[in-house]
């Protein structure tokens, strides 16, 4: 069984993907590497391209028999999404729904999602709860909570299995 990483050569990903392979688990990583970095993926499988290309994403899980897969392929910079919202909803919510439906007509159905808690916006309450109101106050976060319906409907139609994982800013540092 194979773990599908996306975004797997950023920050996060990385550290993701490294861990899963300590666990046990075959893992292979897709990533552009617009943001990314081989280094950083370093003896894991790397498959360089978009998470837009359905073609290749049934590639992938054919050649790699994906059952799984995390989700991290994302534009993350809020200021950015305002002043070019067009880049975030093709990549963040059309590129997503290209690789769900790829992954579906694949028959993988188990995805982990990496959201975010920007979706809560300003919280009227801290610390902040998971059943506070979304409140989008940026084309990055309204982009996250869309996907988020969208594997909440790929549920319904489709049986897959997700959960978005709503954290917040990302630090440390790694040895591996």
Same mark, same amino acid.
């Given at each position: 069984?194979?773990? *599908?990483?996306?975004?797997?050569?950023?920050?996060?990903?990385?550290? =993701?993907?490294?861990?899963?392979?300590?666990?046990?688990?075959?893992?292979?990583? *897709?990533?552009?590497?617009?943001?990314?970095?081989?280094?950083?993926?370093?003896?894991? #499988?790397?498959?360089?391209?978009?998470?837009?290309?359905?073609?290749?994403?049934?590639?992938?899980?054919?050649?790699?028999?994906? %059952?799984?897969?995390?989700?991290?392929? &994302?534009?993350?910079?809020?200021?950015?999404?305002?002043?070019?919202?067009?880049?975030?909803?093709?990549?963040?919510? +059309?590129?997503?729904?290209? *690789?769900?439906?790829? *992954? =579906? =007509?694949?028959?993988?159905?188990?995805?982990?999602?990496?959201?975010? &808690?920007?979706?809560?916006? +300003?919280?009227?309450?801290?610390?902040?709860?998971?059943?506070?109101?979304?409140?989008? %106050?940026?084309?990055? &976060?309204?982009?996250?909570?869309?996907?988020?319906?969208?594997?909440?409907?790929?549920?319904? +139609?489709? #049986?897959?299995?997700?959960?978005?994982?709503?954290?917040?800013?990302?630090?440390?540092?790694?040895? #591996?």
């Amino acid at each position: 069984m194979t773990v *599908l990483v996306t975004g797997g050569a950023g920050y996060i990903g990385s550290i =993701t993907s490294r861990a899963l392979k300590r666990s046990g688990r075959h893992v292979v990583v *897709l990533d552009t590497l617009e943001n990314g970095h081989q280094k950083a993926v370093e003896d894991i #499988d790397l498959v360089v391209g978009d998470i837009a290309d359905q073609r290749l994403i049934g590639q992938i899980v054919s050649k790699y028999n994906v %059952e799984e897969v995390v989700h991290f392929a &994302a534009y993350k910079a809020v200021g950015e999404s305002m002043s070019n919202p067009n880049k975030y909803f093709a990549n963040n919510v +059309t590129g997503s729904q290209r *690789l769900i439906e790829a *992954l =579906t =007509t694949a028959g993988v159905n188990r995805m982990v999602f990496s959201s975010s &808690a920007a979706v809560y916006g +300003t919280p009227e309450h801290v610390p902040v709860s998971e059943t506070a109101p979304v409140r989008c %106050e940026s084309v990055y &976060a309204e982009t996250k909570h869309m996907i988020e319906r969208v594997l909440h409907w790929y549920s319904i +139609t489709h #049986d897959l299995q997700s959960v978005s994982l709503r954290y917040f800013n990302a630090a440390g540092a790694s040895n #591996d």
